[in-house]
C-alpha cells in the first residue's frame, strides 16, 4: 500500500514511510476492529474482504488477458516443472491460504439454524469460491510474468496503473479487515489456557489484544516479503492445525477402532512431514531465495 500512497499524494517522506503508514493503518482501523468481542459483530466487514479480494483477481486476469491479446505468450518460457524443494515451498503457502479451522466453531455457535448439513454447506460454498479465486489469479498471474513473477505479485505491476492501484488498495483492506478473525482465536486460546479460572476482565481483554496486535505491527514493519510469512505460517501453524492436531485428537477421542485409525495415523506422518520439510525449505529459501 506504500507505493500506492507516494504515488497518489507525489510525497515520499517521513509519513508516507512504511513504518509510520502501517502504525497509522493499525491504530485507526486494525486495532479497533480486534476488540470486538464477537465473530458475527465482523460479518460486513468480512463481506467487503472478500470482495475486494475477488475485484483483485479480476483486476489480475484483465491486465493479464491484455497482455497476452496484445504481446502473446512464449510457449518456450513456459514451466511446468521447476526445483523440487519449490514444490514444498509452494505447499505451505497453499496450506496457509486454506487454513480456517481455528474460527469454525466459533463460527457454528453463532450460525442461525446451526446444523451439522447447514454449517458443512457454510464450509463448502467458502472453500470452492476462495479455490476459484486462487486458480484465476494464480495461473493469469504465472501467464502474465512467468518466471519472473513475485510471491507478491502486486510489486509485479506498475502501480501508476489506476485498475492495479485500486486492487492494491482493495487488498490491503481486505487484509485489515480480515486481521481480527486472527486476533479472536488467539485471545480467546490465551484467556482460556491463562486465565479459565478467573472472572472475565475488559483490562485483561485489551491487554492481550494489544499485545497481539503489536506484536503483529512489530513484524510487518520488518517483514520485507508476504511470500517469507506464509511460507512459514503454512508449514508450522497450518501444518499442526489442518494436519497433526486432528488426527491426534481423533487417536484420543476414538481409541476403540482400530481400522479406521490407520487413516489418522497416515495424515499425522503427512502432515508432520509437510511440517518439518516445508519449515526447512521456507528457512533456506531466506538466506538462498528461489528466484535467484
Wanted: aromatic share 12%; hydrophobic share 50%; proline share 4%.
Amino acid at each position: 500500500m506504500q507505493p500506492v500512497c507516494v504515488n497518489i499524494t507525489g510525497v515520499d517522506n517521513f509519513f508516507t514511510s512504511k513504518p509510520i503508514l502501517e502504525t497509522l493503518v493499525v491504530v485507526i482501523f486494525m486495532f479497533p476492529l480486534s476488540c470486538v468481542d464477537k465473530l458475527s459483530s465482523l460479518r460486513f466487514s468480512s463481506i467487503l474482504s472478500v470482495a475486494a479480494t475477488i475485484f483483485l483477481m479480476i483486476a489480475v486476469v484483465i491486465r493479464s488477458i491484455e497482455y497476452m491479446v496484445d504481446e502473446g505468450i512464449d510457449g518456450s518460457k513456459i514451466h511446468y516443472t521447476g526445483k523440487a524443494y519449490g514444490v514444498f515451498l509452494a505447499i505451505p503457502i497453499i496450506t496457509y491460504s486454506f487454513t480456517c479451522q481455528v474460527n469454525v466453531l466459533t463460527i457454528y455457535s453463532e450460525l442461525e439454524r446451526a446444523s451439522l448439513k447447514r454449517m458443512t454447506r457454510v464450509i463448502n460454498n467458502a472453500f470452492f469460491l476462495i479455490f476459484g479465486v486462487y486458480l484465476l489469479m494464480s495461473v493469469f498471474g504465472y501467464l502474465r510474468f512467468l518466471n519472473t513473477v513475485h510471491s507478491d505479485i502486486l510489486l509485479n505491476f506498475d502501480v501508476r496503473d489506476p485498475l492495479i492501484a485500486a486492487a492494491q488498495i482493495g487488498i490491503s483492506v481486505a487484509i485489515f479487515l480480515s486481521y481480527p478473525l486472527s486476533v479472536f482465536p488467539a485471545r480467546f486460546t490465551i484467556e482460556k489456557l491463562l486465565f479459565s479460572d478467573k472472572e472475565p476482565s475488559f483490562l485483561r481483554f485489551m491487554m492481550i489484544t494489544v499485545v497481539l496486535v503489536g506484536l503483529s505491527l512489530a513484524i510487518a514493519i520488518v517483514t520485507p516479503n508476504l511470500g517469507v510469512v506464509f511460507s512459514l505460517l503454512g508449514s508450522t501453524t497450518s501444518a499442526l492445525v489442518c494436519f497433526v492436531l486432528p488426527p491426534l485428537f481423533y487417536l484420543k477421542i476414538f481409541e476403540s477402532r482400530q481400522e479406521e485409525r490407520l487413516g489418522a495415523i497416515l495424515l499425522l506422518i503427512i502432515g508432520a512431514t509437510i511440517g518439518v520439510i516445508g519449515t526447512s525449505v521456507s528457512i533456506y529459501n531466506i538466506v538462498h531465495p528461489l528466484n535467484s
